[in-house]
């Protein structure tokens, strides 16, 4: 079956380190996107990927870098600069930057100890 | 003022019971209205679209009302298996990239 999938499904991550969270799809999307979610508040964008070797920051970009080397793969890397880590995040893709139908990924929580 | 505003509920209703949600939105340009189920720390899944003519799948009926900017979501014969928290989604185009979500509704049906 074709989907997204993240990992992992619970991360912890100490003070001053770099945690790289997965998500790979195997839907032939070309957009790629990931928002982060917190307690009582909307999805926030913080980065998009419209197509391979191609990434725009979103909305909540500082403290997160990403990467999209490959079509079905689109990494999230929560480095020491991002102070407030902790939240819930998810990876979704569309078939492209022009399709408002999104497909998610069943989310990674993110915890600092 | 908020994009996209919900009233976070909750909402606890018995089993059996018709309930409504109501969203507004503050951009009369958007284009397109999505209701959204999410439950309890999983990702959101497409319950419906919103059209200006109003729209019905079973149970739920969605409706918009741009002249006071608002998304309503009703809920017939509820189950229990429609506890879940309800976002609003709302876009000014055609583009995922300009996706602006609502913090959500939670809906709890009682037994």
């Known amino acids: 079956d074709g989907g997204i999938t993240q990992s992992p499904k619970y991360l912890f991550r100490k003070e001053g380190q770099n945690v790289t969270l997965s998500c790979e799809q195997n839907?032939?999307?070309?957009?790629m996107y990931w928002y982060r979610q917190d307690p009582g508040q909307g999805l926030r964008l913080i980065y998009y990927?419209?197509?391979?070797?191609?990434?725009q920051k979103g909305d909540i970009a500082e403290g997160y870098s990403v990467s999209r080397e490959k079509k079905e793969s689109f990494p999230l890397t929560v480095t020491s600069a991002q102070k407030n880590p902790t939240a819930f995040y998810l990876c979704?893709?569309?078939?492209?930057?022009?399709?408002?139908?999104?497909?998610f990924g069943s989310g990674t929580q993110l915890s600092v100890l | 003022r908020k994009e996209v505003e919900q009233d976070p509920g909750p909402f606890n209703v018995p089993e059996g019971a018709t309930v409504a949600f109501n969203c507004t939105y503050s951009n009369s340009a958007s284009q397109s209205f999505f209701w959204y189920r999410q439950d309890c720390r999983k990702e959101p899944k497409l319950l419906m679209s919103?059209?200006?003519s109003g729209n019905e799948d079973g149970r739920f009926t969605a409706q918009l009302n741009r002249a006071s900017q608002y998304i309503s979501l009703l809920i017939r014969d509820s189950k229990l298996s429609d506890s879940a928290t309800y976002l609003c989604v709302v876009t000014l185009s055609g583009s995922a990239r300009q996706l602006t979500f609502g913090s959500g509704t939670q809906l709890t049906v009682l037994p």
């Open positions: 919103v059209y200006s």
């Open positions: 979704a893709s569309s078939i492209s930057i022009a399709n408002e139908k999104l497909f």
């Open positions: 839907l032939n999307h070309d957009a």
């Open positions: 990927s419209q197509i391979v070797n191609d990434f």
